[in-house]
C-alpha cells in the first residue's frame, strides 16, 4: 500500500526510564544524519514512543537506510490520514488493499486517541466486515497474509501493512565508551560493529611495530574505519610505536612466552591510553579458542595485567560466523587484503596454550619495559576519522 509517513519505534530504549529521552533524541540526531541526503524530503516529529517521518513524497523508500541505525527496532511504512473518520478509513482501506497480495486479512486496531467515537474492538469489526462485503478476501487471525494495522492517533490514522525490523541495540554512543584494540584483521572490525550497534562509543589503538610492518597496514586500518564511520560518525584511533618493546621481548623471552608477554603489553598500554582519555573499559577481537593466545588459560594470565573490564564481543562466534558480519559490514574485503603485522614477522614456533604468570613476571624483570611503555605512550600518532555530515 501507499504510504507517506514512517514510524519509527525504539523497542529496548523503552526500559530505559529516565534517561529514555536522551535516548531519544540521540537516536533523532542519527536518524538525521544518515538521512542527511533526503533533508528537504521529509518532516521529523519526536513523541515519547515514537518517532515519526512525515514524508513530502509519497512512497520516499527510506527503508534500505534505515534498516542499519542502531538503536531502532522496527518501522512501518505507513499511510497517514487527517481525516479519522471511520468512514473515511473504511474507503480508504478498500482502495489500498487492492494493492496487496493475498488471500487473508486480519485487522489490528489500536485507539490510542481515547476521545476517539470508537474502541479498538469496533473499529476492527467495522474495518473487517467492510472488507468481507467488499472483495474476496477472507479473515485469518491467527497467520493472516495481510496484518492490517490502524493506530487512531490525535492528528489522524495511521494504516499501515508493513513493518520492518532494524538492527536494534542502542543509539550511536549513548551507553558509554570503550578503547578498542584494532588489528588489520577480520575479527576486530566486527567486534567493533557489534559494540557499536550496542549504542558504545569506540576509541581505536593499534599496535605497529615499523618498519616490519609497513603503510599498508595503517592503509587498512584507514579504510576499515571509514566504513564503520557509518555507525559512528567520528572515530579516534591511536597509533602505537611497538617495535622496541616487541624487539624487547623477542630478545628476554623464554621459549613460548612471547605472544603472552607481547599481549600483555598491549594490553598495559591499551588500559594506561584508555584511561587518559577517560575511557573505563577495553574491547578487543578475541574468539575463545581461536589461537593460542585466546584459550582461557591464556586471557587469564594476559587479563590480569590490568584492572579495566575487557569486553569480547565474539568470545563465542564461530570463524563463519565472523566472516559473514564482516561482509555485511562491508569490512571483509579491507581485512583480507594481504598485510604484514606483528605476529607474522616475530613468528613463535611453539606459543603456549597454558602460560604461567609467575613465568610472564620473570620474564618482565629482565627489562626495563615500564620505562618503554611510557616511551611509546608519549610517542603515539593520532587520527581522526569523520563521516562528512553537513
Ligand atoms: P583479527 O582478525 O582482528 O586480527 P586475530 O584472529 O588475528 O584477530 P589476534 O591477532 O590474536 O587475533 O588478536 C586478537 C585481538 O587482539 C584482535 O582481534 C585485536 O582486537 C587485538 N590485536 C591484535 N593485534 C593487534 C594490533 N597490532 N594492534 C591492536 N590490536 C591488536
Ligand atoms: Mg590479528
Known sequence: MDFNTIIIRFGELSTKGKNKKDFIFTLARSIKRHLID???????????????????E?????????KNIQGMYSFSLALKVEDAELENINSIILEQIKKEEGKTFKVHARRIDKSYPYISDDINR?????????TDLRVDVHNPDILISIEIRTDGA???????????????????????????????????????????????????????????????????LTTLNDY???????????????????????????????RRMMYR???????????????????????????????????KVIDLPV??????????????????????DISIRPYVDCCTIFPVLEPKTSPKDKICNLIES??????????????YEHKVFKKDYK
Open 158 to 224: 495511521y494504516i499501515f501493512t508493513q513493518t520492518i525490523k532494524g538492527i536494534g541495540g542502542y543509539p550511536e554512543g549513548s551507553i558509554g565508551k570503550c578503547m578498542m584494540m584494532l588489528s588489520g584483521g577480520i575479527d576486530s572490525p566486527v567486534a567493533s560493529y557489534l559494540l557499536m550497534r550496542r549504542g558504545v562509543e569506540l576509541s581505536f589503538i593499534h599496535f605497529a611495530s615499523p618498519p616490519y610492518t609497513n603503510s599498508g597496514v595503517i592503509n587498512k586500518l584507514e579504510d576499515i
Open 269 to 303: 598500554i591499551a588500559a594506561r591510553l584508555a584511561k587518559y582519555k577517560n575511557i573505563t573499559c577495553i574491547a578487543n577481537g578475541e574468539s575463545i579458542g581461536q589461537v593460542a593466545s585466546q584459550t582461557l588459560d591464556s586471557m587469564y594470565v594476559i587479563n
Open 38 to 56: 533526503y533533508q528537504d524530503l521529509y518532516e521529523m516529529k519526536i513523541n515519547h514512543d515514537h518517532i515519526y517521518l512525515n514524508l513530502k
Open 232 to 262: 559512528q560518525t567520528k572515530i579516534n584511533l591511536y597509533i602505537i610505536p611497538f617495535t622496541k618493546i616487541q624487539e624487547k621481548i623477542y630478545e628476554v623471552s623464554e621459549k613460548g612466552y612471547q605472544v603472552t608477554i607481547m
Open 58 to 66: 509519497k512512497n520516499l523508500d527510506l527503508a534500505e537506510i534505515l
Open 126 to 134: 467495522e474495518v473487517a466486515s467492510n472488507i468481507l462485503k467488499n
Open 311 to 332: 569486553i569480547r564481543p565474539l568470545a563465542t562466534y564461530d570463524k563463519n560466523d565472523i566472516i559473514s558480519i564482516s561482509k555485511k559490514i562491508n569490512t571483509y
Open 366 to 379: 629482565k627489562a626495563d619495559f615500564d620505562s618503554l611503555i611510557d616511551e611509546a605512550l608519549t610517542n
